[in-house]
Structure formats: C-alpha cells, structure tokens
C-alpha cells in the first residue's frame, strides 16, 4: 500500500528526469572543452579496419545549438506539462481533460441529429428508420460487447429479444436501467435449504416449476423448501420484477439450466452487475437506445 500512500515514486521519477538533462547538458560542455592533442594530419592516431582515421574536428555548431534548443525545450515542456512525477504542469493540461473536452464538443455536434426524437414517444421513436440506425450503432458500440450484436446475449448476460425481463420491459423501465444500472444479487441460500440432498431436492423442484426434465420423486421433496425462494421468487416463482428476481416458470435460464446450474446457484450465489450508462451517453442518446432495445422485442416496424 505505499505504492499509493507515498510520494516516493513520484520524487524519482521528477529527479531521473532533471538528472538525466543536465547529464546531457553537461557531456556536452565537457566535451566542448576538452582538446585533444592532434596529428600534423588532423587526426587523433585512432584507426579502425586499417585506414578509417578519427578527425580531431570540433562539434559542428549547428548541432551544438541544436542539441542546447532541445534541451531547453525539454525544460519548458516539463514545466507547461506533466512529466515530472505528480507535477501537473503550469498549463493544467490532463488527459483526462482532453478526454472531456473532446466528449463535450462531440455531444455538442450530435445534439441536433436527436433533436427531432425528443417530442417523439418511444413507440415512435423505435419505428423511425433513422432512430433505428442509430439506436443501433449505439448499441453495437456500448452494449454488444456483453449482449452479443445479435442482443440474444450468452450465459450471465440476458437475451434482450425475447420479452424475458429482470426488471420490466417498458421503455421507462429499459431507460432507467440503461441511466442508472443494475446490480443483482442472489444470496447463498443452502444454509437455509438443508443438507446437500435438500438442494438437490429443491433443484429438481425448480425444473418442475417450468416443465424442464426433472426427477418428480426429487421435485415432491424440494417442494417444501422453496419457502426459502419465494421471498424474492413468489410462490408461484413467477419472479419479482420489483426486486429484479427471474420468473422460474418460463424455461428461460439466465446461467445456465440443469440440476447442476440451479445446485450451484443455491449454494454459492451470484452477482450481476449492469453497468450505469448515464457518464457515458447523453440523455438523447439513451432516450433512443431505449427505444432500440424497446423494439428488439417489440417489433415495431411491423406497426410502421
């Protein structure tokens, strides 16, 4: 914890930096003055591969003010910007400040493209040929990577076309999760369950609830035990939307399906986490990509 306590690095790294110009600094005056007792020939008696004479000329001048404008350069560019450890210059330029800057401006040029969506409903929105194209490409840019570009999502990540939703599939309710995020929590529940056998049981009991393979005997037994599942699930295990708990009847798996899926999500648990997009997109730009992901499992260019 140091590393992030102290400023050590930071001083080695401004003293490395200052040492290493006047290092340079310095060889060059030295080697300036110093004078090497020359042959009649102009040279200093080294040879190499025979006949290949070093000259006793001195540092062109050019290069020798060249050489000192670099190095005042490198000084004046230290001092405007950061390089010298946590100094962060006399301009206050950051890349995180350019990052901004560049964000804002290019906010500030796609403002007018969604201006004409914002007195549109999202129904309307989710039909319009030019939303849709850009819905999509935001979509492809900002949720694919765990939707998949098809949106039919893999294991942990939910299929986004099929009207199975967490936490409601309204446009409201698509944009607030897209604004806010999501964060799903299902707790470790086989202390409360019973023994290895009583989750099994219980498994089995969960299969039943949507007409999967399952063992009936197994499933009798387990079905005592859902009262610990129906605090979030329901009775009926039609899922809680409120809270963000899937529905057990539809035969939709979220991770994974079988006895074993279902064993290790009453054992161990899970955590999901959909990440916030209100930092990242303007209010616009969510407003669409709402009615984007709205019309994957709406179709609404049937109605247009």
Same mark, same amino acid.
């Given at each position: 914890?140091?590393?992030?306590?102290?400023?050590?690095?930071?001083?080695? *790294?401004?003293?490395?930096?200052?040492?290493?110009?006047?290092?340079? +600094?310095?060889?060059?005056?030295?080697?300036?003055?110093?004078?090497?007792?020359?042959?009649?020939?102009?040279?200093?008696?080294?040879?190499?591969?025979?006949?290949?004479?070093?000259?006793?000329?001195?540092?062109?001048?050019?290069?020798?003010?060249?050489?000192?404008?670099?190095?005042?350069?490198?000084?004046?560019?230290?001092?405007?910007?950061?390089?010298?450890?946590?100094?962060?210059?006399?301009?206050?330029?950051? %890349?995180?400040?350019?990052?901004?800057?560049? %964000?804002?401006?290019?906010?500030?040029? =796609?403002?007018?493209?969604? +201006?004409?969506?914002?007195?549109? &409903?999202?129904?309307?929105?989710? $039909? #319009?040929?030019?939303?849709?194209? %850009?819905?999509?490409?935001?979509?492809?840019?900002?949720?694919?990577?765990?939707?998949?570009?098809?949106?039919?999502?893999?294991?942990?990540?939910? #299929?986004?076309?099929?009207?199975?939703?967490?936490?409601?599939?309204?446009?409201?309710?698509?944009?607030?999760?897209? &604004?806010? !995020?999501?964060?799903?929590?299902?707790?470790?529940? +086989?202390?409360? *369950? !019973?023994?290895?056998?009583?989750?099994?049981?219980?498994?089995?009991?969960?299969?039943?609830?949507?007409?999967?393979?399952?063992?009936? =005997?197994?499933?009798? =037994? !387990?079905?005592?035990?859902?009262?610990?599942?129906? $605090?979030?699930? !329901?009775? #009926?295990?039609?899922?809680?939307? +409120?809270?963000?708990?899937?529905? =057990? &009847?539809?035969?939709?798996?979220?991770?994974?399906?079988?006895?074993?899926?279902?064993?290790?999500?009453?054992?161990?648990?899970?955590?999901?986490?959909?990440?916030?997009?209100?930092?990242?997109?303007?209010?616009?730009?969510?407003?669409?990509?709402?009615?984007?992901?709205?019309?994957?499992?709406?179709?609404?260019?049937? $109605?247009?």
């Amino acid at each position: 914890m140091s590393d992030f306590t102290s400023n050590f690095w930071s001083v080695f *790294v401004t003293t490395l930096t200052l040492v290493a110009i006047v290092a340079c +600094a310095l060889l060059l005056w030295m080697a300036g003055r110093r004078k090497v007792v020359a042959h009649a020939d102009n040279t200093t008696g080294h040879l190499w591969d025979v006949d290949l004479a070093e000259m006793n000329n001195p540092l062109p001048r050019w290069w020798v003010w060249l050489f000192l404008i670099t190095l005042l350069f490198g000084l004046a560019y230290l001092a405007a910007f950061p390089g010298l450890g946590s100094f962060t210059g006399q301009l206050g330029w950051s %890349m995180q400040g350019e990052y901004e800057a560049e %964000m804002a401006k290019a906010r500030a040029n =796609l403002e007018p493209l969604y +201006a004409r969506f914002a007195s549109m &409903t999202p129904e309307q929105v989710a $039909a #319009d040929p030019q939303a849709h194209a %850009m819905g999509e490409r935001l979509f492809m840019n900002n949720c694919a990577q765990c939707h998949g570009s098809d949106a039919r999502g893999s294991k942990g990540f939910p #299929d986004l076309t099929d009207a199975d939703w967490l936490h409601g599939g309204t446009p409201e309710k698509i944009r607030e999760t897209l &604004t806010q !995020g999501r964060i799903g929590n299902m707790a470790p529940l +086989a202390a409360a *369950v !019973g023994t290895p056998e009583d989750v099994r049981n219980l498994s089995h009991y969960v299969l039943s609830l949507s007409g999967s393979p399952h063992d009936s =005997l197994r499933a009798s =037994l !387990g079905k005592p035990k859902f009262i610990t599942c129906a $605090a979030c699930h !329901g009775m #009926d295990g039609k899922g809680n939307q +409120a809270l963000g708990a899937p529905n =057990l &009847t539809d035969d939709i798996w979220l991770h994974g399906w079988g006895e074993a899926a279902i064993a290790a999500m009453i054992n161990n648990g899970k955590v999901n986490q959909m990440p916030a997009q209100e930092h990242k997109l303007t209010e616009a730009q969510i407003g669409v990509l709402s009615a984007y992901v709205w019309g994957l499992s709406n179709k609404p260019g049937a $109605a247009r």
